[in-house]
């Protein structure tokens, strides 16, 4: 099963960054939409950003001002920046990418913000 690779995530201090990444393998090409959901323990997956092969992004409110999204289509490569983080910001954080109506998704990366 295609799989996408995070890395990055770790622990931070409240008010500090982070940066995430996301690499696609290259038998995935084309990619249309690539994005970042968080999950915490107990609730549902939530969207955090997205981004088109094309650059039009799109933020959950939570996250618009401090978070943001890049990608590099020659690498098949997301990125998310995340600045001012929170301690609610704590969670797993899982990589998408949506090709042709196919999804695909990492096994995630443990963002850990501390007070």
């Known amino acids: 099963q295609v799989q996408l690779v995070e890395s990055g995530g770790g622990l931070v201090q409240a008010g500090g960054s982070l940066r995430l990444s996301c690499a696609a393998p290259?038998?995935?090409?084309?990619?249309?939409?690539m994005g970042w959901y968080r999950q915490a323990p107990g609730k549902q997956r939530e969207l955090v950003a997205t981004?088109?092969?094309?650059?039009?992004?799109n933020y959950a409110d939570s996250v618009k001002g401090r978070f943001t999204i890049s990608r590099d289509n020659a690498k098949n490569t997301v990125y998310l920046e995340m600045n001012s983080l929170k301690p609610e910001d704590t969670t797993v954080y899982y990589c998408?990418?949506?090709?042709?109506?196919?999804?695909?998704w990492g096994k995630g990366t443990l963002v850990t913000v501390s007070s």
């Open positions: 998408n990418a949506v090709r042709y109506g196919n999804e695909y």
């Open positions: 290259r038998s995935i090409f084309n990619i249309n939409r």
């Open positions: 981004i088109t092969r094309g650059g039009t992004t």
